[in-house]
């Protein structure tokens, strides 16, 4: 079970005017499942996103960048089971193949579709299941179809993740409504697994694209559950413009910042729902970085430490094992501050200092850490005593269940 995260009622979810969802059974992997999702967006809708760095990127990843070149999005198809990834060819044909027969649907262009794909690696995407889908998706679309929506984009997931806001600009009601899916293979570099948010504010494009890249670089790319990043990571952001405020052309603006808060919250909750419904995990830790000279560095730290097995299996048990934490911040060190002083590092879990000075706390003792590690929501902080950059990361626990999950995945 996720780790303090409950899925949000579907009237909490705040309906996005312009844009429309639609869920269905299509049967892409496994029968008796809702998994294909729909989604509309009126004309005019402005369109950006950014994706995977791995070079294995899915087919529908690398067709995503090519429309969204274009611009003018009217739709995008989500299918989970299977990945379309490693697919060579064949997965670009079918990938292609998908837009076309949504484009053929809707009796719009192919390059305005964009498509989306997660689930098993290596396999062939059934286009032909998705597209008998589509009537099916077409005749469930409604604006008020988030919470389905959000359970149709699941694999592993224990929980469906979701979140929305409302805020006023310029004297019109603004909503963010969004949802996300990921529980696994998750180390986002540039976004996280699938992350759909929507706004009915009207944003011109180059604001939307340094919108969403801002976004993701304080949310969906500071967690990790395992330090894999996945072949299909893409996270979307869609403005209808529907609310009818004059259309924001300026990111410096307070409309823009006030827009670009919302938008920044609703990521920062489903990024981290992703975390607290890690594979197996049992404890939601946030990793603090504090007194580096750069940001990148700070990150490297907070990433050497949440990527660790050694010290996401202690904080499983609750062992109090805590060199683990100071050899991943000499590992960052090495590959990433080859003039760290560890000597000024401090170490903290909870409230308890377990470091300073390049070694132990002298007041430390072993049944403070063992006690502060219970909690299922813990905080490491780390002062690197070089500057007053700070960085914040969040991760979770590893459990003899994300062994199991992972071993049995295909079956």
């Known amino acids: 079970m996720p780790v303090n995260y409950q899925t949000p009622a579907a009237e909490q979810l705040k309906l996005v005017p312009g844009v429309q969802l639609g869920v269905t059974e299509a049967g892409i ?12 967006l009126a004309p005019g809708a402005q369109v ?46 079918t990938a292609r193949a998908s837009c076309e027969a949504v484009a053929r649907a809707l009796n719009v262009n192919a390059a305005q579709v964009l498509p989306f794909s ?10 032909n299941r998705l597209e008998r889908g589509l009537p ?29 806001r409302q805020l006023v600009l310029s004297g019109k009601t603004i909503t963010v409504t ?23 504010a009207a944003v011109t494009q180059d604001v939307l694209a340094k919108m969403v890249k801002s976004a993701a670089d304080v949310s969906f790319n500071c967690v990790t559950v395992d330090g894999d990043t996945s072949t299909n990571d893409s996270f979307v952001l869609m403005a ?39 594979e197996g995990a049992t404890k939601f830790i946030t990793v603090a970085i504090k007194g580096g000279k750069t940001h990148e560095e700070c990150k490297a730290v907070g990433y ?27 590992n960052a060190g090495a590959q990433s501050i080859p003039d760290l002083d560890t000597s000024k590092v401090k170490l903290w879990i909870g ?46 626990d590893f459990s003899y269940d994300y062994v199991k999950i992972n071993a049995d995945y295909r079956s």
């Open 240 to 278: 209808s413009g529907a609310a009818g405020n004059a259309p924001i052309n300026n990111l410096q603006s307070a409309d823009a910042q006030a827009l670009l808060g919302a938008v920044t919250e609703v990521a920062m909750e489903l990024s981290q729902a992703i975390v607290r419904d890690g």
């Open 351 to 396: 409230d308890v200092l377990v470091s300073l000075n390049g070694g132990r706390n002298p007041d430390y003792r072993e049944e403070q850490g063992a006690a502060v590690m219970q909690p299922a929501e813990i905080t490491i902080t780390v002062d690197l005593g070089r500057g007053d950059v700070a960085a914040t990361l969040w991760t979770c």
């Open 136 to 164: 099916g998706a077409i005749a469930n679309l409604a604006e008020n179809n988030w919470h389905a929506a959000a359970h149709a984009i699941m694999t592993t997931d224990t929980v469906a993740k979701a979140a929305s």
């Open 178 to 200: 969004g949802i996300s899916k990921g529980a696994g293979m998750i180390k986002p570099n540039v976004a996280t697994m699938l992350g759909f948010v929507a706004t009915d």
């Open 29 to 40: 992997r496994k029968a008796n499942r809702r998994d294909l999702t729909l989604i509309t």
């Open 304 to 330: 050497w430490i949440a990527h660790s097995p050694l010290v996401k299996t202690a904080f499983f048990a609750s062992d109090p094992n805590l060199g683990r934490i100071l050899a991943a911040i000499g």
């Open 118 to 127: 997660t689930g098993v690696i290596m396999e062939p995407l059934p286009v």
């Open 48 to 93: 950006a996103g950014v994706f995977t760095t791995n070079r294995f990127c899915a087919a529908p990843v690398q067709v995503c960048r090519e429309h969204l070149v274009s611009g003018d999005i009217r739709a995008l198809v989500i299918n989970t089971g299977i990945a379309n990834a490693g697919t060579g060819e064949q997965g670009m044909q």
